[in-house]
């Protein structure tokens, strides 16, 4: 147990780190990522600048780090949206069943039927890119996997002895909900946010490189990778760097996730 909290604890703190570096990133950044100095275009990393610069002689490592803003925050804002709209969708079909329950998960195999990053990328095609419409977009191909988790738990869980001695005494189906069956859901429903971010930020670093994402001269790591793409052969620091933060970044994460599923697991209880 001691060796899976201190786990827990090590990939805990570096995702926070991560976080941290993303919230105070314009404080971080040893140059102006925006910056443009065509003298300093494509120079290799070196001391004045440890990572190069790009086409437009911007600090790469100042822009890798502002690029955290937007890639950490924007994969943490949608899969914050996703699982809660998801849970809330699949508590109430799990609960009611019946026509509600058919309706809402037929309308999920909707969304399921379609490969998810190609369904995106239609969805923020015809809203017409932007980094609030790839948000939108991935949102709307990610609820059902949350929705149909959080149903199959709730049915489990409604049926039990506490749930059924609560409904004898009284209580109401909202103080069942949250007081209840959420607290005993939410574990198998965190540790599957947390390993979706990474998925998510890859997939939203997929659309910003295809030109549905970030729009220019914002710095973020999938645009980052495509703005270098052309020069990979004479300038392959443009690409590395980026491409290496999103590594990082998820390898991060999904270890994170895999940390908190062995902690919450109940055969090590």
Not at 9 to 26: D, N, Q, R, S, Y
């Amino acid at each position: 147990m001691n060796e899976r909290k201190a786990r827990l604890a090590f990939f805990l703190a570096l995702g926070a780190g991560l976080v941290l570096i993303a919230v105070f990133a314009p404080y971080l950044c040893p140059y102006d990522p925006y910056e443009q100095n065509l003298l300093e275009a494509q120079l290799p990393p070196g001391a004045a600048h440890p990572l190069g610069t790009d086409r437009y002689g911007r600090d790469m490592l100042s822009r890798i780090i502002m690029g955290s803003t937007v890639s950490i925050f924007a994969a943490l804002i949608l899969v914050t949206a996703t699982a809660v709209f998801g849970t809330f969708v699949g508590m109430i079909c799990g609960w009611r069943g019946g026509k509600t329950d058919t309706v809402l998960m037929r309308i999920s195999d909707v969304f399921l039927a379609f490969p998810g990053l190609v369904f995106a990328l239609a969805v923020a095609g015809m809203l017409g890119g932007g980094v609030q419409n790839a948000i939108l977009a991935l949102g709307v191909i990610s609820w059902p996997k949350f929705a149909r988790l959080s149903r199959s738990l709730t049915m489990t869980h409604k049926e039990s002895d506490y749930v059924m001695a609560s409904r004898l005494s009284g209580s109401s189906l909202w103080k069942i909900q949250v007081k209840h069956i959420l607290p005993n859901i939410a574990g198998p429903i965190l540790v599957t946010a947390v390993l979706d971010i990474g998925t998510m930020m890859m997939e939203l670093a997929g659309l910003s490189f295809l030109g549905l994402g970030v729009k220019p001269p914002m710095a973020e790591w999938g645009s980052m990778i495509n703005d270098g793409r052309v020069l990979l052969q004479t300038a392959p620091w443009m690409v590395l760097a980026p491409g290496g933060a999103i590594f990082v970044t998820v390898i991060v994460f999904n270890l994170l996730g895999d940390a908190l599923r062995d902690y919450l697991d109940p055969k090590y209880r």
